[in-house]
């Protein structure tokens, strides 16, 4: 799977996604630190990624009209890998399984929400 980290996110979790062997990348590789979101969703999703962000507004737009792949991480920023890594496996699942498709994973557990439910 391809990731593709939003300014917020720390490095930390693309080295530990690129340990599970996905490929990573952050906006500010891609030149794009200072895009507003829905250019990250369009530029993104055009190249088959899922944007990794800590945004709420961020999530919350993608929520109600889904475009692409999200991963939003509900948690604090220094505590996100652990959180991934408690629930690497439905994360993945549910990321595969949808086209367009919001995954937020918290300490509470993994959600999913597409535009069309």
Known sequence: MRFFLDQNVDVAVGHYLG?????WWTADDAGLSS?????LSVYAHNRGAVVVSHDI?????RRKNTIGKHLWLRC????????????REE??????????????VSRDGVRSTTSWQ
Do not use: P
């Open 76 to 87: 604090d920023e220094f505590d996100a890998v652990e959180v991934l890594t408690l629930y």
């Open 91 to 104: 994360v993945e699942r549910r990321l595969e399984a949808r086209s367009d498709i919001v995954v937020t």
């Open 19 to 23: 340990r599970r062997g996905h490929q």
């Open 57 to 61: 507004k961020f999530a919350e737009r």
């Open 35 to 39: 895009d507003d979101d829905d250019d």
